[in-house]
């Protein structure tokens, strides 16, 4: 179990990144401090006791933070070092109305079902248990203006990306916009297929362990995922082939910028290993009030192989 130098309460969440919010901790980038943020499954349990969207109290996927970077201003990126993500004993498979590409197959209400976690496994029905994987499904900083939504879309700072990369191991790589960049963390997953069909994974309360590293004059558009393997390139835009040509441009102008590579080597490297898919649900532009759960424009993804570089 990895030691934490900071713990962060569920207390803490609350929904949208917002930059007029006091952080509620400053650290210094770079040290190897850690810090624990507690996620909430309130707003899942009360679906599951009373089925009535209308009747909520708890917040939809509140986010636990923001945390203050000492030295992050605009231009840089944050580097988020995933340690290690903790689940409770037990996690959530929703069908919400109007949610999800699956909204025509199932009844227009609620179904809830509590899926027990333990040392087997996920217990999805009574047939199928499955290993965990845990991932965070929403991180992001704050916008310079307005507050930016932890249910979509996701935007150039994160949000809810819903990426089952974002997994113990991995650094996630978050632009930012305004002085101390203002972490946040929310939504875990015990275990998520990629692209979410349901919108409501098997979602759970948890605790997600970071640190985090400072990228002066990153300039990044986007966020970036950083695996043992692959950089991952978010992509987003409106439609789908916009959001997939500014991921493909960033993993272009990294080989040809940042490694120095021929424009034609890359060209070619990446037309034969530079694989590329749908990434989450939730969109990439702010969708209409009526339709809150329907998602516009796409999260696209663009893996680059490391033994390649």
Known sequence: MTSVTHALGKELG????????????????????????????AVYAELHEHGDLAA??????????PVHVEGAMPGDALAV???????????????????GALQHRMPDRVVSRRIPIDAEGVHLTDRHVVAARPMIGCIGTAPAAGV??????????GGNMDLTDVAPGATVYL??????????????????????????????????????????????????????DEWIFVGLGDPVQESIRRGYEDVFDTLVGAHGWDAMDA???????????????????????????????????????????
């Open 56 to 65: 909520l109290r708890a917040p939809i996927n509140p986010v636990t933070g």
């Open 81 to 99: 070092h995933v340690h290690e993500i903790r689940l409770g004993p037990y996690g959530w498979s929703q069908s919400l109305p109007g949610a």
């Open 14 to 41: 609350r929904p949208g990144f917002d930059a007029a919010v006091a952080p509620v901790l400053r650290v210094t980038p770079g040290t190897g401090e850690t810090i624990s943020f507690e996620t909430d499954d």
């Open 148 to 157: 930016n939504s932890t249910v979509m879309p996701t935007t150039s700072l």
């Open 267 to 309: 060209y070619a490297v990446m037309s034969a290993v530079v694989h590329s898919e749908l990434g989450g649900p939730t969109g990439s532009t702010a969708p209409d009030p009526l339709h809150p759960f329907r998602a516009v424009g796409a999260v696209t993804l663009h893996r680059l192989p490391k033994d390649v570089l």
């Open 175 to 228: 632009p930012v916009e305004v002085e101390g960049a203002l972490l946040s963390i929310g939504d875990i997953h015990a275990v998520m297929a990629r692209g979410e069909s349901s919108f409501v994974a098997i979602e759970a309360a948890g605790v997600a362990v970071v640190s985090i590293d400072l990228v002066k004059d990153a300039g990044y558009r986007a966020p970036r995922v950083e695996t043992a």
